[in-house]
């Protein structure tokens, strides 16, 4: 691929100097002048790629869904400056997107596993604990070194939510997952499936409204990460509306849940657990909305400005291996007007989106 070299004279964050930055023919960041590089700023602020860690390119609210929608979902995050994008399971596939330089790039967790009747229906691959391990393999090589496990849903007899494998399966499956090379994530919004994650040594917890204050030393102690998806939170109470005539218990538990769920994770946050912001798109909510999840986790969550931009971009980039704006690195980065560290709101408005090299919004 040959890009036009491009010049930018910016304030680099996360560091916070005023500096030139090149893009030569090949999509790559330097340090020193490149010869018949065009000007696209010579002043404003320069994020690394923002990332959301948490979205499902290729699903909607009933399940799979077509090439142009994938692709209109993934344009949709790419021109709010998400670059990066962890997909936390999704039941299409999405490999051709890796072939597209104006899109962005995507690491992906496979399909969701689910025990069988006990997630959404057409999302995840069903299977029975028996079965658990040889889901994980598949997975594995599904994905980009990720593995996604429901880890709690609701469940019939009890009527409430409850873990879906029984602990020795989890084991073997994190265990089999590490093994393959493969980190391991899972949907938990309660309390009970996460003792028998944490203690398997999982590497990420999707959600963790349920996490109560010794499972979050813990992860602090082993530096297992959470991806809160704090809009995700706000549905909360029209999803206990949902299933109020049925699972009565249910409902109360997700009001419950709700009702202290900043609370909880500000808690997480104060204890050093790595959060990282992810939206949770492609279910019931719209891709583009990164900007939106840092606001939340500064405003509700109590996240420095700092600390939630750094979730959704060089922290974020940082641990899924994903280099940020250094010499020699993919110039994938985000120009805005103003300082989003005085106003986060200015991630709603980017100047420009520069990915690969190539101005793409």
């Known amino acids: 691929m040959t890009v036009q070299p491009l010049h930018v004279r910016a304030v680099v964050l996360p560091d916070g100097d005023e500096r030139d930055l090149w893009v030569d023919e090949r999509g790559l960041v330097r340090d020193e002048a490149v010869t018949g590089a065009s000007t696209i700023a010579d002043r404003g602020f320069l994020v690394p790629g923002l990332v959301d860690a948490h979205c499902h390119v290729g699903l909607d609210a009933d399940g799979a ?13 790419r021109d709010a400056g998400a670059l990066l994008l ?12 890796d072939d597209r330089e104006d899109l962005p790039r995507i ?9 069988t009747k006990r997630y959404l229906r057409n999302y995840a691959a069903e299977v029975e604990p028996v079965d658990l391990v040889a889901e994980v393999e598949r997975q594995v090589a599904r994905g980009d070194g990720w593995v996604k ?18 602990a020795d399966a989890t084991a073997a499956a994190i265990a089999r997952a590490h093994e393959l090379g493969a980190r391991v994530t899972a949907h938990v919004f309660g309390e009970d499936a996460l003792p028998d994650l944490l203690g398997a040594g999982i590497d990420c917890i999707e959600h963790g409204t349920g996490l109560s204050d010794d499972l979050i030393a813990l992860m602090a102690e ?10 995700q939170l706000e549905n909360f109470p029209s999803y206990a509306a949902g299933g109020q005539a ?15 769920g900043d609370t909880t994770l500000r ?38 400005p700092y600390d939630a931009l750094g979730a959704a971009s060089w922290r974020a980039r940082a641990w899924l291996g994903v ?15 103003d300082d989003p560290l005085a106003d986060l709101g200015v991630l709603a408005h980017p100047a420009r989106v520069v990915l690969r090299g190539r101005v793409v919004a």
Do not use: N
């Not at 962890?86 to 997107?97: E, V």
């Not at 082993?222 to 809009?231: C, D, E, K, N």
């Open 323 to 337: 280099p940020g704006v250094v010499d020699g690195a993919p110039a994938d980065f985000v120009l805005y007007d």
């Open 65 to 77: 869904v077509p090439p142009e929608t994938q692709e209109e979902q993934a344009r949709t995050d």
């Open 86 to 97: 962890r997909d936390a399971g999704s039941a299409a596939d999405t490999r051709w997107i």
């Open 222 to 231: 082993r530096g297992t990460a959470l991806v809160p998806t704090r809009l």
């Open 267 to 304: 808690a997480a946050y104060e204890a050093g657990v790595p959060i990282y912001a992810g939206t949770d798109a492609g279910g019931v909510l719209p891709h583009g909305l990164v900007g939106r999840e840092v606001a939340a986790l500064h405003d509700a969550v109590g996240l420095s």
């Open 107 to 115: 690491v992906r967790a496979g399909r969701h596993i689910g025990r």
């Open 149 to 166: 496990l429901v880890g709690d849903w609701i469940e019939r007899e009890s009527g409430d939510l409850a873990p879906c494998w029984p």
């Open 246 to 260: 049925k699972f009565p218990r249910y409902a109360a538990h997700m009001r419950a849940l709700h009702a202290r």
